[in-house]
């Protein structure tokens, strides 16, 4: 992929991630998103890949589908999970031949319980860093890698996260992209991690992941699976939006969800943020609406 990088007009680029489909309709919807994103123009779209390897298979289809059939610049998603040396490598070779070359790798969460005891593959890497050696030397790849603006929660503290993705830039990455956060000063922190451990890797976009809040049961159970957190103010915020009855108040969410989002991203523009990452459950339309708030601050594919 292309270095990302802010205009001199200070419009930055916008990217999404989409989930492989788990059946027909499902399919059929994320069609639909992907339609309208690409009359949208964004700079890339990910495709991620289900715990332990679970959708690989689709995984693959579809991102091969997006880079054949689109104009958009799809980067699939790699996890080092579950996988011999060999496999991870056959999967480069099918991405490599359906035209894809921006991969983003990912050590992976355990199949099951994204929690749980993570396992090495007893022929396969233990690290995200090796993986992006490895992927860097089957050919001519673009590799990104994750990056967590609260910490990764298996880290047992922020310094040695941030080593372990300096490291991963090191090997080879050209750039990050966030786990999704609700601070934006987390973000702003880990960049300054980043910029004092090592000024030469601070260079490579930290790209910030967005996920407009569009119901508060199913923020939670994201957040629940990724170890990121609600500030507090904003979870009471979220919370008197849903009320007090059995069945959550999903319009007046969605509007706080939709305003959060817009604040996060213009405050991450003016901080000079290279693009903003929107997690988008393969909709478009909370997304679309957070682009149109930010008018003419974000800018078409650079």
């Not at 001199?8 to 998103?33: K, Q, T, Y």
């Not at 939709?258 to 478009?284: D, K, Q």
Request: glycine share 8%; net charge negative; hydrophobic share 40%.
């Amino acid at each position: 992929m292309n270095r990302i990088r802010s205009s001199a007009s200070g419009r930055i680029p916008f990217s999404v991630e989409f989930s492989p489909p788990r059946d027909a309709a499902a399919e059929a919807r994320l069609w639909r998103a992907v339609r309208e994103f690409e009359r949208l123009n964004p700079a890339f779209v990910s495709m991620t890949y289900g715990a332990g390897g679970s959708t690989r298979d689709r995984t693959v289809r579809v991102t091969g589908q997006i880079a054949e059939e689109t104009t958009l610049l799809p980067v699939a998603h790699l996890t080092a999970v579950g996988h011999s040396i060999d496999e991870l490598r056959a999967m480069c070779g099918a991405y490599a031949d359906r035209g894809i070359s921006n991969i983003l790798a990912l050590r992976g969460d355990p199949p099951g319980d994204p929690l749980g005891e993570w396992v090495k593959h007893p022929e396969g890497v233990e690290y995200a860093e090796e993986l992006v050696r490895l992927v860097r030397d089957m050919g001519d790849f673009h590799v990104g890698v994750a990056s967590f603006p609260e910490g990764h929660y298996r880290a047992p503290d922020l310094e040695h996260d941030t080593r372990y993705l300096v490291q991963k830039l090191r090997a080879g990455a050209e750039y990050s992209i966030t786990q999704m956060f609700f601070d934006v000063e987390d973000y702003l922190r880990l960049r300054d991690r980043v910029a004092a451990h090592d000024p030469e890797q601070a260079e490579k976009p930290i790209i910030p992941e967005i996920m407009p809040i569009t119901s508060l049961r199913s923020a939670r159970r994201s957040l629940e699976l990724s170890g990121s957190h609600l500030p507090r103010a904003l979870e009471e915020r979220l919370r008197r939006a849903a009320g007090d009855g059995p069945e959550e108040d999903r319009a007046a969410v969605r509007e706080v969800g939709i305003e959060v989002a817009t604040e996060m991203a213009e405050r991450l523009i003016s901080e000079g943020a290279p693009c903003l990452h929107f997690i988008t459950l393969n909709f478009a339309r909370a997304t679309s609406e957070v682009l149109a708030n930010l008018g003419t601050s974000i800018s078409a594919r650079v």
